[in-house]
């Protein structure tokens, strides 16, 4: 079963997450919004995201100790957060940003359609990272039953190879028993 991907949405504000929500509506990926940077970081605990779609200015905990937060837990780390703010072009917050770890930082207002094509890159990102990952587990599967079948030969040649007269039934036995997966 496939996992849909995740944003966390990040504002203090109820009208601006209820506009980003509207901003990914019909993009395949559900948002999950909170209202503080503490929130932020309690859902992280409990879910995996594709991106964090994280508010710069926040009373409390900013946006900028949140993703510090973040970035600080190995689970998180690499989750990419893209800031927001109403702040003006103040290169200096985007520098601060971008130093704790952001992979964007827009200025409202920003172009919706910005923003949708970001997190469409993120969440496909993300897809393709689950996708690997399952395919890497199959692998690792697989070659373990291989060394356990290619074992089974071995043992069953080195049987056949004595002058032990009952070598041979315990030979077929072995092979029969790895071939099944009921290995001894």
């Known amino acids: 079963m496939t996992q849909m991907a995740k944003a966390l949405?990040?504002?203090?504000?109820?009208?601006?997450?209820?506009?980003?929500?509207?901003?990914?509506?019909?993009?395949?990926?559900q948002s999950v919004a909170v209202e503080s940077g503490e929130a932020a970081l309690k859902q992280l605990l409990v879910d995996d995201f594709a991106v964090i779609l994280l508010d710069a200015q926040m009373p409390d905990m900013d946006g900028f100790e949140t993703a510090s937060h973040i970035k600080r837990r190995?689970?998180?780390r690499h989750v990419p957060i893209i800031f927001l703010t109403a702040a003006d072009r103040d290169a200096q917050l985007a520098l601060r940003g971008y130093a704790v770890g952001a992979v964007d930082y827009?200025?409202?207002p920003f172009d919706p359609w910005v923003l949708r094509a970001k997190v469409s890159v993120f969440v496909e990102l993300w897809v393709k990272t689950r996708q690997l990952a399952a395919q890497s587990d199959l692998v690792r599967?697989?070659?373990?039953?291989?060394?356990?079948?290619?074992?089974?030969?071995?043992?069953?040649?080195?049987m056949l190879r004595t002058e032990d007269p009952d070598a041979r039934d315990r030979a077929v036995d072995?092979?029969?028993?790895?071939?099944?997966g009921n290995t001894p």
């Open 9 to 29: 949405l990040v504002d203090d504000r109820r009208e601006n997450l209820m506009a980003l929500e509207a901003i990914l509506q019909g993009l395949p990926v």
């Open 74 to 76: 190995e689970r998180t």
């Open 106 to 108: 827009l200025t409202k």
């Open 141 to 158: 599967e697989r070659d373990a039953q291989w060394r356990v079948l290619t074992d089974a030969v071995d043992e069953a040649t080195a």
């Open 174 to 180: 072995l092979l029969e028993q790895a071939r099944w």
